[in-house]
């Protein structure tokens, strides 16, 4: 017998697990004893896939939980937790058997405490303001008289009251409404929705475009203007193309949209006050400014007019300037007389010494002197013209002698050229002659042809093989009801025709020989 028994004690009574039974029943221990529990821990190590499920871990100093939460409760949370944060996580423990760990599935979370709020809110302004969104150089100057000015706030609240409110006071004008929910989970979706729906409308379309936009709620915790910190209204803000003031909260509540917008109001009826000036101010101003105006125009008129006297009494008087001008006149006046006869007689004693040039002796000199200039010229005139012509003679003759070969040529062409068009052309009139009496022939045969081609398909033919044609009461018979209903029929053969019924006429010859039957009568 050997010392050591190495067969193996039996089991006894000790029950046997699966590996799937074993961990349903740890499944089923773990979620009896925590079905609701609420957990303080830092979130690390956040993952978010394309199925919409948050995965993240919660971990303190010592130990760390899996944790994570559906895509409807993820939707249903008004903080998401972010890497680092300080939470407290509301769920249930259970375990996933295929990996053999436990997890928490997280319904909500909650910051823990408003210094873990404030610290994740530091880090997204910072973040923020790092991407520039925050910068004074990108802000828009309010217009100082909007026509429209939409409002992104809650329709039920005292805060859109109070602004149309104010508005009505100040300056009445039209005013857009956008309603959104101010806090909770759908808030910055809704509020960023309204401020990019605002900024798609288009100028001159049928809703008016706003000229500037207020983002208001009333106050509140930092819990319930949270909604007002999320990145997607602070990115909604910033890229706004209309001006936009943020009436977040009361004056000591300060948002991230804040920060963003182009203009920051301390309350909502403050935002109001900025939007629009006091019509009565800007009628009183007006006024004064018109009074203003008036003064202004009397008091130039009348410097003006002091100013143009001023100078009037520097001018001198108009007598002064008229007196020597006149006496002028008067000198020239009395000294005309004597200066026309002065005038007269000197030109009367040029006339004089030029009609005595102008006697008929010297005429008749002038005349008789031009007429034997113009005799010279006519007669070296004609000498040239006969030269010239005895000129032009020898060179046509020159010519001619020239061109009496060539012209012989072109005759002698001429003469062979219209000798072989002759010949063309008397060939082409006995073309022209025949045509019409061989066309006449071609048209005489084919016209015969024709005829014998009318004569073999006429129905003559048919009739000659054999065939009738029954007419009755004048009209072809096609089927025995209509033969018996004619009062009397007519059968034509090839040689003639015969009629049934009635007194039987005289037989007619037909053409081609033969007689022609009785055109009426009776075979019976």
């Known amino acids: 017998m050997d010392l050591l028994d190495d067969t193996p004690t039996p089991p006894g009574n000790s029950p046997e697990y699966t590996v799937s039974e074993l961990s349903g029943a740890v499944k089923r221990v773990i979620e ?53 944060m300080e939470v407290i996580a509301t769920g249930r423990m259970t375990t996933f058997p295929g990996q053999s760990k436990y997890q928490l599935i997280v319904e909500d979370v909650a910051p823990a405490g408003a210094g873990a709020l404030m610290a994740m809110l530091e880090k997204r302004r910072a973040a923020l303001q790092a991407e520039g969104l925050f910068e004074a150089g990108r802000k828009q100057a309010l217009p100082y008289l909007p026509r429209v000015i939409g409002v992104v706030t809650s329709p039920s609240g005292a805060v859109i009251r109070d602004i149309l409110h104010r508005l009505r006071d ?49 106050g509140g915790s930092l819990e319930d203007l949270w909604g007002f910190n999320e990145e997607i209204v602070v990115r909604a803000a910033a890229e706004s193309a209309i001006p936009l003031i943020s009436a977040v909260g009361h004056e000591t509540d300060t948002t991230l949209i ?51 006297r001023d100078l009037a009494r520097a001018l001198p008087r108009p007598e002064a300037l008229l007196a020597t001008p006149a006496q002028r006149l008067d000198t020239a006046t009395g000294r005309l007389a004597g200066g026309l ?29 031009r007429r034997e200039a113009l005799d010279r010229r006519a007669e070296t005139l004609e ?6 012509r005895d000129q032009w003679h020898g060179q046509f003759d020159k010519w001619a002698s020239r061109l009496a ?34 066309r006449l022939s071609d048209l005489s045969r084919r016209l015969d042809a024709l005829d014998r081609t009318r004569q073999t398909l006429g129905y003559a033919q048919t009739l000659r093989r054999g065939y009738a044609v029954v007419r009755g009461d004048g009209a072809v018979v096609t089927s025995r009801a209509a ?30 020989g033969g007689t022609k039957p009785p055109e009426q009568g009776s075979l019976f």
């Open 483 to 512: 033969a018996e209903k004619a009062q009397a029929l007519e059968v034509e053969f090839h040689d003639g025709r015969l009629a049934l019924g009635g007194p039987a006429p005289k037989a007619t010859p037909r053409k081609g």
């Open 341 to 369: 006869s002065l005038a007269v007689s000197r030109k009367r004693a040029v006339y004089a010494r030029q009609a005595g040039r102008l006697s008929p002796t010297a005429l008749t000199g002038l005349v008789l002197r």
């Open 258 to 308: 804040d920060h963003a917008a182009d203009r920051r109001a301390p309350t909502p009826t403050a935002a109001a006050e900025m939007a629009v000036p006091v019509r009565l101010e800007l009628l009183a101003a007006v006024d004064a400014l018109g009074a203003r105006l008036s003064r202004a125009l009397a008091q130039g008129v009348a410097l003006r007019g002091q100013r143009l």
């Open 170 to 218: 100040r300056f009445a004008c039209h005013v857009l409404i956008w309603p959104v929910a101010v806090q909770g989970k759908d808030c910055a979706a809704q509020v960023a929705a309204a401020i990019r729906g605002f900024n798609a409308l288009e100028a001159g379309g049928p809703v008016p475009r706003p000229d500037v936009l207020i983002v208001a709620r009333g």
């Open 32 to 84: 009896g004893e925590f079905g609701l529990v609420r957990v303080r821990g830092e979130v690390g190590r956040v993952s978010r896939p394309a199925s919409g499920h948050l995965y993240f871990d919660l971990k303190d100093d010592r130990s760390v939980i899996a944790a994570i939460s559906w895509k409807g409760q993820v939707a249903k949370m008004q903080v998401r937790p972010e890497e680092g």
């Open 383 to 388: 000498a040239r013209i006969a030269r010239r």
């Open 405 to 438: 070969p060539s012209l012989a040529r072109l005759v002698t062409q001429a003469g062979v050229k219209i000798t072989g068009q002759r010949v063309v052309l008397q060939g082409v009139s006995a073309r022209l002659d025949a045509a019409p009496a061989q």
